[in-house]
């Protein structure tokens, strides 16, 4: 399975606050990168997700900047609440090729905690 | 989006057992697979289960200890088979459409702790 590698691991911040976390990727031919939101005792629940064809992608107060350069991308989390406290992970296609069809590999994962 | 249940949601194993974990779909899904989540970890693929034959393994699972079963396009089941404390984490079952870069969406999953 290729790496994406996740950082930070942990992040508090202030409610209101922005949230970001990192992720970086190795193979040049992913073509997909979700984001996905876990909550304690919960399956993870797809959040957002970009293809390297765009810079940036918002829904909401989630968005995406999308590095392809640098084969970096972030998600931003503007306006953070207490109920944004989860754990979030960034993936990519779990294929060499690039395409996910569905299989996924998956970051370390970062805890975020919103302060009140 | 698809509907996914998985059964049990928890279990609590004795050593040296097995324990079948079923997946069911409201809808037919053209892709399966399996992920283990070790406790405080991330997200580990353990097999694509394919419809009427074996599932394919990513490298450090084999079949004799997950076996997987997938009879149609709306259910599977793992098996995780001799059960050690090692294999207490959490199971998901996952789908996808199964088109170039489709969602793919996750069950509540399955928390299993072996004693």
């Known amino acids: 399975q290729q790496q994406v590698k996740q950082s930070p691991q942990s992040l508090i911040v202030q409610k209101g606050g922005i949230s970001i976390i990192n992720c970086a990727y190795e193979n040049t031919a992913f073509d997909y990168f979700p984001w996905y939101q876990q909550f304690p005792g919960k399956g993870p629940a797809l959040l957002i997700a970009?293809?390297?064809?765009?810079s940036e992608k918002k829904e909401g107060r989630f968005t995406i900047s999308f590095n392809k350069s640098a084969k970096q991308f972030s998600l931003h989390i503007m306006d953070s609440q207490p109920g944004d406290s989860a754990t979030y992970f960034c993936?990519?296609?779990?294929?060499?090729?690039?395409?996910?069809?569905?299989?996924?590999?998956f970051g370390q994962g970062t805890i975020l905690t919103v302060h009140p | 989006s698809a509907v996914i249940s998985q059964k049990p949601s928890r279990d609590i194993c004795q050593r040296g057992t097995s324990l079948t974990i079923q997946c069911q779909v409201d809808s037919q899904v053209t892709m399966m697979f399996w992920y283990r989540q070790q406790p405080g970890q991330s997200l580990t693929l353990i097999a694509t289960a394919n419809q009427g034959s074996e599932a394919t393994y990513e490298s450090g699972f084999v079949i004799d200890k997950f076996p997987i079963s997938r009879p149609n396009l709306t259910f599977s089941t793992l098996t995780v088979s001799n059960m050690s404390p090692e294999d207490s984490s959490i199971y998901l079952c996952?789908?996808?459409?199964?088109?170039?870069?489709?969602?793919?969406?996750f069950g509540q999953g399955t928390r299993l702790t072996v004693v």
């Open positions: 996952s789908v996808s459409e199964g088109f170039m870069n489709t969602e793919a969406f």
């Open positions: 970009i293809r390297p064809d765009v």
């Open positions: 993936a990519a296609p779990a294929n060499a090729g690039g395409t996910s069809y569905g299989k996924l590999t």
